[in-house]
């Protein structure tokens, strides 16, 4: 007998407790409902007072490394009600370690303690593991009245050895009652051991429903309402997502955020059922986006590209320089003329909205700046996406030009190029090369051997050095040479004959870099410091040589010659120098019969030249940082 009770002690302990609890339930109902003038000199409160009441033992016993599992308890009120949620529980249980602790459960004015003795673990010999599991969900809820058939269970051991038909089933579901039951699982191990599982089956009642109404369904930024109103006589309360209790059948429930929602709704037993508020239509953030305004050709075309990942977008309101040019669903809209601002308004379907200002990106037309330093030849080229830089000057000038490149914004260059090599024209890109990242390099003869045939070592100073230091390689540009920088193309045409020292006259002029920049259908020459302009008009023709602007030879003093002029019929001419040294030559009076309109940069300072493929047009006097990108 002994033996059994060992064997079965939790469940016994089970039984007795559920058959206590029930006992106290019938007598607190039977208390409740009893008509108080079958007795009116009694005192319910002299009767029945605060209690605790133990599931299990008084005293447990536990083996070192058990976990403490504990067996159950409730509170009973003065006036009869379950209220278990306040007993307070303290516990110095450790069944790491051998001793005696002390749980204590606390209710109001009531306190009574549980006894755990932790001993050690005896030995006991291997044997093998069993799985022990159930089919299907350990909780599982059914409506009353509905069939409830248990899902099973599996036993075995490493072995795979089937211990499923030792598998003992207590417990039963009424299926008519509302309640959660529960279904005991046990199974005794060959040395004695039983293993235990439980499933609850909560059988909800159906004497109990509620329906929900939300304020609107439509997107709001706004906060909505849920409404529910409860059906049943068997209700008691409603408790809300945020513990707020109503006892009224109808209630409202305030919802600022999208969420799923669970509203419990209890019946007069203290048993409850549950209510989903699945809320998505609540939208308070404004879209998103970013927003490109894009011209080229003469149009500038916005596009917005916009999200709202609550409520969608609904429409847009495109302004242009301050003016709606356009409303609508649409998220591209072009118009006839360049835009110096443009944003728009993006709305979503809650009703929030978002101002998004638009990137003014240009398709830039081509700038040629010509740097005013003096009489030497600094000029920087760009389209888009490309920049190349000729020359620069003397040593002196790396200062100047190198603050002009920085504000235009310019961080790359993409082709360095030396019409010739003299100091004067490309000492400077040491500067260049030491402020910018460049790509290649361009010069009509190798510098790394110019010294000992046409140079001066004044010439390669700082240039040479920085190009070995960096490890730059020189590109030698040669006539028929055509080279793709973006959307430009540059053309060699000169120097047809290159000229070699003769009686310590160093040849450089005459071996200037002469070639031909074409962006769309317009047309620039670039000379250096000399054109061999009889050599070319022998070896091209008039339709390569039909251009739109001439940057002039030497600052002015070179020679050209009538037949040269009349097939290039430049419509501008740029000249830099310090004076006017084509006052005195005839090429003068032939640029002006040919159309041109000269410029010098003594008189007329920074040059810029801008083409948008089309034709070209021309300004003085600039600043770089009007230009910056």
Not at 214 to 224: C, Q
Request: proline content about 2%.
């Amino acid at each position: 007998m002994i033996e059994f009770y060992n064997k079965y002690k939790k469940i016994i302990y089970s039984i007795l407790g559920l058959l206590v609890l029930t006992s106290i339930i019938v007598i607190i109902v039977i208390s409740l409902n009893k008509n108080p003038n079958d007795n009116p000199t009694v005192d319910i409160n002299q009767i029945i007072e605060n209690r605790i009441v133990l599931f299990g033992d008084e005293k447990i016993q536990l083996k070192v490394g058990d976990k403490y599992v504990e067996p159950g308890y409730y509170a009973v009120s003065k006036e009869g009600k379950i209220d278990t949620s306040k007993v307070k529980v303290e516990s110095d249980v450790d069944t790491s370690k051998e001793g005696t602790y002390t749980i204590t459960y606390i209710y109001e004015d009531k306190e009574i303690s549980r006894t755990i003795e932790v001993i050690k673990e005896e030995e006991v010999p291997v044997k093998p593991n069993i799985t022990f599991k159930l089919k299907g969900d350990l909780k599982i809820e059914i409506n009353q009245g509905e069939s409830f058939t248990d899902p099973g269970y599996l036993a075995y051991d490493d072995n795979s050895n089937d211990y499923t038909n030792k598998v003992v089933v207590r417990g039963i579901v009424d299926v008519n009652t509302p309640g959660t039951y529960t279904i005991l699982y046990t199974l005794q191990e060959d040395d004695g051991n039983i293993l235990e599982l439980e499933r609850e089956v909560e059988v909800k009642s159906t004497y109990l429903d509620a329906t929900i109404t939300l304020s609107t369904t439509e997107y709001t930024k706004e906060d909505i309402s849920a409404t529910i109103k409860v059906e049943g006589d068997n209700f008691s309360y409603i408790r809300f997502p945020d513990n707020i209790i109503s006892e009224n059948k109808t209630s409202t429930y305030r919802i600022s955020k999208n969420g799923t929602y669970t509203i419990y709704i209890y019946d007069k037993n203290y048993q409850y059922i549950t209510k989903q508020i699945n809320v998505k239509n609540i939208d308070k953030e404004e879209p998103t986006g970013t927003c490109n305004a894009n011209f080229d050709k003469g149009n500038t075309t916005i596009k917005i590209t916009a999200s709202d990942s609550i409520s969608g977008i609904k429409n847009y309101e495109f302004y242009g320089d301050g003016k709606l040019i356009y409303n609508g669903n649409l998220s591209s809209y072009a118009v006839t003329n360049k835009l110096k601002e443009a944003y728009v308004n993006v709305y979503d379907k809650a009703g929030n909205s978002k101002k998004i200002s638009c990137n003014i990106e240009t398709s830039y037309d081509l700038e040629v700046h010509f740097i005013n330093v003096g009489r030497e030849d600094a000029i920087v080229i760009r389209d888009s996406t490309k920049t190349i830089f000729i020359d620069g000057g003397s040593y002196s000038k790396r200062n100047k030009i190198t603050t002009y490149l920085k504000n235009l914004g310019v961080t790359h260059v993409d082709a360095l190029i030396g019409s010739h090599l003299h100091y004067n024209h490309i000492q400077a890109q040491a500067a260049i090369l030491k402020n910018f990242t460049v790509d290649k390099i361009y010069y009509p003869q190798d510098l790394n051997t110019c010294y000992s045939t046409y140079c001066d070592k004044a010439d390669q100073k700082y240039i040479l050095s920085e190009i070995k230091k960096q490890k730059k390689d020189i590109t030698i540009m040669k006539v028929g040479d055509s080279i793709d920088i973006g959307d430009m193309n540059i053309y060699c045409i000169g120097p047809i004959k290159f000229q070699k020292r003769s009686q310590n006259i160093y040849r450089q002029n005459f071996n200037s870099l002469n070639f031909i920049l074409t962006y769309g259908d317009t047309k620039f020459m670039f000379t250096g410091d000399h054109v061999q302009s009889s050599n070319i008009l022998k070896k091209f023709d008039s339709s390569i040589l039909d251009i739109d602007v001439f940057k002039y030879p030497h600052h002015g003093n070179d020679s050209l010659g009538k037949k040269f002029v009349n097939a290039i019929t430049p419509k501008y001419v740029v000249v830099t120098n310090t004076k006017d040294e084509l006052a005195s030559r005839s090429e003068k009076s032939y640029l002006k019969n040919a159309g041109a309109s000269i410029y010098y940069s003594y008189k007329h300072g920074n040059i810029l030249v801008t083409s948008d493929g089309k034709s070209v047009s021309i300004k003085t006097n600039v600043k770089a940082v009007d230009y910056k990108r």
